[in-house]
Nanobody, 124 residues
């Protein structure tokens, strides 16, 4: 399984952007998908995760709750991250990846299929 993020760009603070994550390969082992980001000079951090099957439970980092929404399109093997009210500290490379379960979603070591990220730049 390989995941590829896209949709990044330059946006003003307060604006919105929608990222997409295309999943290729066999998804039978995918239990959840997640978004992470890495800001310049910082560690990779968890943003959001969604259960791949069933009701689609979601989990968010406290810093993005109420502003970001993760969703999925199972038929097209795609996951989305709608980002509203973006802040300059949201400037980062955003990545998506998959995992087999929906536990410890904040731990990047549980994910696989990392692809190239997509750069989001939020200007103040």
């Amino acid at each position: 399984v390989q995941l590829q993020a896209s949709g990044g760009g330059l946006v003003q603070a307060g604006g919105s952007l929608r990222l997409s994550c295309a999943i290729s390969g066999r998804t039978i082992s995918v239990g959840a998908t997640g978004w992470f980001r890495r800001a310049p000079g910082k560690e990779r951090e968890f943003v959001a995760a969604i259960r791949w099957t069933g009701g689609g439970s979601a989990q968010y980092a406290e810093s993005v709750k109420g502003r970001f929404t993760i969703s999925r399109d199972n038929a097209n093997n795609t996951v989305f991250l709608q980002m509203n009210f973006l802040k300059p500290e949201g400037t980062a490379v955003y990545y998506c990846a998959a995992k087999t379960d929906f536990f410890r979603n904040y731990d990047p070591r549980k994910y696989y299929g990392w692809g190239d990220g997509t750069l989001v730049t939020v200007s103040s």
